[in-house]
């Protein structure tokens, strides 16, 4: 059997009554339009865009991909009605087994339905949006794999970033400091060379996640979607550049990047919530083949305002994966990491822990606020008791203003890891900083035995009114 793909996943949404078709929205306003209203509110289903006006029917568009929990679920093959905690659970053990299946090379596939080189490359085939009111033009890479191969190890890398088309054959790619694309283009960059890059602009979510978290450096992330898949992905290799691109793909394009060949870029919304890194110079792609299967879909995982179409699956896998660096630490104690939507699931991080020892909480939240999967973009590091649950929102904010004393239970941090999205970060070009804030919002470890009794139910109280009362109390409790 062939692997899964976007279709697949699709299918799978559908079933679950996740997914809304809208016929006759054009590309330039009304589809991004219609995302942005579709990804205000979590739960709202996966918006199909077909019939799109000056296009071919079935040249179809599909956004709003992962702002709900179940179609995660879907990707990953888990039950749909798995919770976000267990989703976060999930993904600790995916990083701790870290199950990986080499590519499976083949001779064929649906993307090899329409190739077209040389003069007949024409990316503006594709029925592109204009995403944000304000955007600097149309892009195809949102949800898309970035894929350049090192020179000196062969090592392949899958990375997503933003992709603006410009021409029929020109595209550009903006890449922050210290991502994993930028340092391979700069390996050719330095020696004079051109650097080889393929985009793929339509495939299953799994990939989209796999390409948008912190995969090590020198990981492949389609081995990676193999552990999940629990099969080999299928790749063909692009023919100008031999880059592997999985041969189920919906669009895939490659060319190359020439030093000093840039294209001003942007501006585009970001994740954020704003146009932060404006417009700039960025990197040209001059692409030399396109491949689309025969009714291509355009996928897309739109910046936005929070919550956006990257907000959820990445705050689960941020959470499962700091959880495990701080573990991997020596940091005792951890029952529960939630990086909440409101700050994009970057900006803010909440730390539960079991304090055992005096300093035990403020250093849980110095590693957190650092550690590899933590520390980019990272602003808000909050550190509360294991009474607290840090998904709700109004626990953690109660826990902050009743057992922080800003005295010595809050610290500010100069110099961390940050990028041109961020409104607020400081520096050059190349070394984007900002300045964070950890906060110890847990009793006081000298306090433990004195610190004022909560007013709340016990646990014990809280199961004998569930059991006597389960009909009569909200749902969820």
């Known amino acids: 059997m062939a692997n899964k ?34 990804m205000r509110k979590m739960g709202n289903p996966a918006v199909m865009f077909d019939e799109v006006p000056g296009f071919p029917k079935g ?33 600790r053990k995916y990083f701790k087994d870290a199950p990986s299946q080499p590519t499976k090379a083949v001779n064929g596939g649906p993307l090899l339905d329409n190739v077209l080189s040389g003069k007949d490359v024409n990316i503006e085939k594709i029925p592109t949006p204009v995403w944000h009111e304000h955007d600097g033009g149309p892009f195809i890479g949102t949800a898309c794999l970035v894929v350049m191969k090192d020179p000196d190890s062969g090592w392949v890398n899958y990375g997503t970033y933003r992709v603006q088309s410009h021409k029929p054959d020109l595209a550009s790619v903006m890449m922050s400091p210290g991502k994993h694309g930028l340092i391979i283009m700069r390996k050719y960059h330095e020696r004079g060379q051109p650097c080889p890059v393929a985009v793929i602009a339509g495939m299953h979510p799994a990939l989209v996640m796999l390409g948008g978290i912190e995969i090590p450096y020198g990981k492949n992330e389609l081995e990676a979607a193999g552990g999940i898949f629990g099969e080999s992905v299928e790749v063909i290799n692009m023919p100008k550049t031999g880059l592997p ?47 689309y299967r025969n009714d291509p879909i355009l996928m897309g995982a739109i910046p936005a305002v929070p919550p956006n179409d990257n907000t959820y699956y990445f705050g689960a896998y941020r959470c499962g994966a700091v959880w495990n660096q701080l573990e991997a630490a020596g940091i005792p104690g951890v029952k529960g990491v939630w990086a ?25 939240a110095m590693v957190a606020a650092h550690c590899h999967a933590g520390a980019y973009c990272n602003r808000w590091t909050i550190v509360v008791d294991d009474d ?47 300045s964070r804030v950890v906060i110890d919002a847990c009793v006081p470890f000298r306090r433990k035995k004195t610190f004022p009794k909560i007013a709340r139910s016990s646990k014990a109280l809280d199961d004998r009114m569930r059991a006597k009362w389960a009909k009569d109390l909200p749902k969820g409790f």
Not at 25 to 37: L, M, Q, R, S
Not at 245 to 257: H, K, L, M, T, W
Not at 340 to 364: C, D, M, N, P
């Open 388 to 434: 607290i649950d840090p998904t709700n929102f109004n626990d953690v904010i109660w826990a902050m203003c009743t057992r922080c004393d800003p005295r010595d239970q809050v610290d500010i941090i100069h110099g961390g890891w940050s990028s041109a999205l961020d409104p607020m970060c400081y520096d050059t070009e190349d070394d984007r900083r900002n």
């Open 340 to 364: 909440h939507e409101a700050g994009g699931s970057r900006f803010l991080l909440v730390i539960s822990i079991s304090t055992l020892y005096g300093g035990h909480s403020k250093q849980a």
């Open 5 to 38: 793909d976007l279709r697949d996943w699709i299918a799978g949404v559908e079933k679950a009554g996740e997914l809304k078709i809208i016929k006759g929205a054009e590309p330039k306003e009304e589809i991004g339009g219609f995302v942005d209203i579709y």
């Open 245 to 291: 691109v999985p041969a189920n793909s919906e669009i895939a394009f490659e060319g190359f990047i020439h030093p000093d060949d840039r294209i001003k870029e942007g501006p585009l919304g970001e994740w954020t919530g704003y146009y932060a890194s404006g417009s700039d110079l960025e990197p040209a792609i001059r692409i030399e083949t396109l491949m």
């Open 59 to 91: 040249h179809r568009v599909i956004a709003n991909i992962l702002t709900s929990v179940p179609r995660i679920n879907i990707a990953l093959g888990l039950p749909p009605e798995t919770t976000e905690i267990e989703l976060t659970q999930w993904w």
